[in-house]
């Protein structure tokens, strides 16, 4: 079989969704680990201003191209002005509840945009691809700790937009040889970058429990509804496996290293930190991180949520000698750290 070279630490990435969320961490973990970054992102739920951020914490701009991951001719030009030898696919929209109201912008969004970007590598000769996939795959789990083998389903659009992109790796994997991919899914993704010069900035109210939590310390809302207290949980509030976004963004770098080491490889694997936490500890964590009252009621469960989720670590350990850090306490404060220095920059 053909043997792929093993790239050196001055490879180019293409980060698609670069400027959101988990991208923008990403790409600071990429520059540190010696790579260079070409972002691409259409804007629909970010700044360029996070360029600034990620330039200020690395000493290093990544290159920016404002584009949308469904334009061929976009991805042509990217792939032809520069030598990418490898991609992370961020860019997609991620709403669970939107996707139940707009599917086929998820759908486009989603899968489309994948399968343009991996027609647009396989005519650039690019075959390592590192995929944001999700822990909604597994639905409502059987097992805990959730292992990778745990049959996977979809309850709304955005997970069934993950699931048949994970299926879409698989069939391209098997019909030709060289390439590398990675199916990462996360568990929940928190917190910010300690320097508090990039993190989470959600359009209008939040959907996700973090960002509403840093909200309402800020005063910026009134209080925390808790979607209910009768789950069959420790304290009946939904555990979830909350991860440092700055660990996460390390795990992108070792999935990355172990597919530069192999002649051919689909791995897919949980990102995660392998513990849970109810809504009411993360809660107590925010209020000890920021000094502020978090005012909560308890209101009725939100449809499609499902009691508990965490993650099986064993194979991000084995595979990748990879392992999250950091806990809650450094996820609050990271998290608060951001939502201050944004709401009294200087
Ligand atoms: P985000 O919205 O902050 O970042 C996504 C970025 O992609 C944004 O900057 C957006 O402008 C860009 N984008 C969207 N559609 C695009 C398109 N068609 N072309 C170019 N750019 C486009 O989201 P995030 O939290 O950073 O999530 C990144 C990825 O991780 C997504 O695929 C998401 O589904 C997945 N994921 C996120 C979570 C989470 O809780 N944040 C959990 C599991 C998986
Ligand atoms: N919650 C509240 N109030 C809120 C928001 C959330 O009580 O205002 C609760 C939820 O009921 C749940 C927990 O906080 O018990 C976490 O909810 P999030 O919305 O923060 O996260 P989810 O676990 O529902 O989903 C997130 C992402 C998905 C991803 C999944 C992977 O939004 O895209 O993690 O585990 F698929």
């Known amino acids: 079989m053909r043997k792929l070279p093993t790239y050196t630490m001055t490879s180019t990435i293409l980060v698609t969704g670069g400027t959101g969320f988990i991208g923008s961490h990403a790409t600071v973990a990429l520059q540190q680990a010696g790579y260079s970054v070409v972002i691409l992102d259409n804007l629909c739920n970010s700044n360029p201003s996070v360029i600034e ?17 469904r334009n061929a001719q976009t991805l042509d030009t990217v792939f032809t002005r520069h030598a990418i030898h490898a991609v992370m696919h961020f860019a997609g929209l991620k709403a669970v509840g939107e996707s139940t109201q707009i599917p086929l912008a998820y759908y486009d969004n989603n899968i489309y945009g994948s399968i343009q970007l991996l027609s647009a590598m396989q005519r650039a000769n690019v075959r390592t691809f590192i995929f944001s996939s999700s822990a909604t795959v597994y639905g409502n789990p059987t097992t805990l700790p959730i292992p990778e083998s745990h049959p996977r389903s979809a309850t ?63 005063g910026k809302r009134e209080k925390l509804q808790i979607f209910g207290n009768d789950y069959n949980t420790p304290d009946g509030t939904g555990v979830r496996d909350y991860i440092h976004v700055t660990d996460l963004a390390e795990g992108h770098v ?23 936490y109810s809504v009411l500890d993360m809660v107590a964590a ?59 920059p200087g």
């Open 53 to 69: 951020g990620i330039e200020r914490i690395t000493g290093t701009r990544p290159a920016f191209v404002q584009g949308d991951v």
């Open 156 to 218: 709304n659009p955005y997970g069934h937009s993950k699931l048949v992109v994970e299926d879409i790796l698989e069939s391209l994997y098997a019909s030709e040889p060289g390439w590398r991919i990675a199916r990462l899914r996360y568990f929940n993704p928190v917190g910010a970058h300690p320097s508090g010069l990039i993190g989470e900035t959600p359009q209008g109210i939040p959907n996700n429990l973090m960002p509403y939590v840093a909200q309402v310390a800020a």
């Open 254 to 276: 070792a999935a990355l290293r172990y597919c530069e080491k192999a002649d051919q490889d689909m791995l897919t694997v949980n990102l995660g930190t392998g513990e849970g």
């Open 286 to 344: 925010f209020k000890a991180a920021s000094g502020r009252p978090i005012p909560y009621e308890i209101t009725k469960r939100r449809p499609g949520d499902v009691a508990s989720c965490w993650a099986d670590t064993t194979l991000a350990k084995q595979k990748l000698g990879w392992a999250a850090t950091k806990g809650i306490k450094e996820m609050c404060e990271d998290a608060w750290h951001w939502e201050t220095r944004r709401t009294m």
